[in-house]
């Protein structure tokens, strides 16, 4: 047997085409949501309801392939995004991890001061700096801002709270908040953790994997590395304990397999506690499958986050539909880039959704 990592958006592409052509994969994997459920909708996922043991999986992650009531997926493992920080930097100017927005802008001004990049970034393929986005709108207009929007029952996507959300970016930026040239750096081939392993960076806003990633490729720097969660923006509706994060990886059969008998075998196979203890105990992955204890010190911070969690906000790209979250991504870059106001973004975003979203 041959195995091929493809990076995460090569992936994606690779899927969509061969879904496209009828020639996909017997069992591939997802994020769930919006990207997961396209397919769902053109007929190309088996359903799963009553093929696998629903009861084995968290149920905040086997909603992510939940739809019409329906299974169309069971996951694997979970994420959540914390601020991932270097210890040693951090005592050596004597500085303590944010509970305020503000704590972390004097954290910046410092960092700054001694020549040190506050916060690392690549963000070429636009999925990173949309974190920055998605809590900046929570930790103002509280939890229900996305669900709102996305489900067309509230507060919309140009909502006064996802401009400020985009001049609260842009001011980072001016601020010289993060690496000179970020846009055009490459996340998957780890330019931005390399400035945090040199010391030239002290923190990154990352998923979980961030610390499979750290211990794989820089063991040394293991030792340093600390997190924190997204602090709350003084006077806006968001606690500090909501997090944003999302399900990954989500299995599935395509409803096209010759072997669907054998294919949700492999499934279920692959999401069994037994694999998923392992999965938390070499990756620190947070996991989707009950019953898992976690003994690394850095899963069990990353469980106790999400455990704690008042809230998960699910990744926009991810929940939304897939002409919608790629104008998300693109907006964010933009903002990011500062070739495009806060309004301006907002406005697409709300005009894209009137066309792509039903109520």
Known sequence: MEVVQIPNDPYKTKLSVAMGGGNPPDVFHSWGGGWLKQFVSANQ????????????????????????????????????VPFFYNKEIFAKYNL?????????????DTLKKENIIPIAMANKTKWPSAFYLMYFAEKL???????????????????????KAG?????????GAFNPGFNGLQYDTGQSRQLLYTGKAAMELQTASYVNNVTNESPDFAKKLGMFPFPEVTGGKGNISNVVGGVSPVLSVSSKTKYPELAIELVKALTTQELAQQLADQTSALSAVKGVKYNDPFAQQLNEMLSNAGYLQ??????????????????????????????EAAKQMEAKAKEVLKK
């Open 167 to 175: 001049e609260m970016i842009q001011d980072l930026v001016k601020r």
């Open 141 to 163: 207009a509280g939890p229900q801002i996305f669900n709102e929007a996305f489900e067309r029952t509230g507060r919309t996507f140009d909502d006064e709270a996802y401009v």
């Open 314 to 343: 699910t990744f926009y790209d991810q929940t939304l539909p897939p002409e919608l979250a790629e104008l998300h991504k693109d907006t964010t870059q933009a903002l990011f880039g500062q070739s495009m106001t806060p309004a």
């Open 45 to 80: 996922v088996l359903d799963l309801t009553g093929k696998i043991n629903a009861d084995t999986y968290v149920p905040a992650a086997l909603g992510a392939a939940t739809f019409n009531n329906k299974i169309y997926g069971a996951p694997l493992a979970m994420s959540v």
């Open 96 to 108: 303590q991890p944010p509970k305020t927005y503000d704590d972390l802008l004097k954290i910046i």
